[in-house]
C-alpha cells in the first residue's frame, strides 16, 4: 500500500505542477481495491473533487467523500429509476453534486434539483468534461 500512495502522490504533484487538475474516477468496484478505500486516498490527498459512473453509485459516494462529486453518466430524463435517485439525492447534496448533461435535458436535470451541471463533449480519448456551471432555477 505504501509503494501505490507514493505512486499516486508523486504522481498527481508531477501533473499538479504543469497545471493539471486531477479528478479520480472511482466506478465499479474501485478497480478491486472498492469505491470507500479509494474515495478516502482522494481525501488524504487533498482532492476536492471525484467522479463516479453513474448516479447509482453516488451516495456511498457522498457518504465517503466530503468534496464535489461529478456523475459522469449524463442525466437521463427517460430513465424513471434514475431520475427517483437523483431527486433523492439531490435533495440533500445538489450543492455537491455535478450533473452531467449530454443532449437537451438541462431543464429536466433542473426539475429533479440539480443546480451545478457540465457537458460532455465526445473527443478521442472518451469524453472531455466542461467546468462545471451553475444551474439557474426555471
Given amino acids: 500500500a505504501d509503494a501505490w500512495r507514493k505512486h499516486l502522490d508523486a504522481t498527481t504533484k508531477s501533473l499538479h505542477k504543469v497545471g493539471v487538475r486531477v479528478v479520480p474516477v472511482i466506478k465499479g468496484n474501485g478497480y478491486g481495491f472498492g469505491r470507500t478505500v479509494l474515495a478516502r486516498e482522494a481525501a488524504r490527498m487533498g482532492m476536492d473533487t471525484i467522479a463516479v459512473g453513474t448516479v447509482y453509485e453516488l451516495e456511498q459516494a457522498l457518504a465517503d467523500f466530503h468534496g464535489t462529486c461529478v456523475v459522469l453518466e449524463p442525466f437521463l430524463p427517460t430513465d424513471r429509476y434514475a431520475v ?3 431527486r433523492r439525492v439531490l435533495r440533500l447534496h445538489a450543492d ?3 450533473v452531467t448533461i449530454a ?3 438541462l431543464h429536466a436535470a ?3 434539483g440539480a443546480t451545478r451541471a457540465t457537458t ?3 473527443s478521442s480519448s472518451g469524453a472531455t468534461l466542461r467546468s462545471p456551471y451553475r444551474v439557474r432555477p426555471t
Fill in 84 to 86: 427517483d435517485v437523483w
Fill in 96 to 98: 455537491r453534486v455535478v
Fill in 103 to 105: 443532449g437537451p435535458d
Fill in 110 to 112: 433542473n426539475g429533479a
Fill in 120 to 122: 460532455a463533449t465526445p
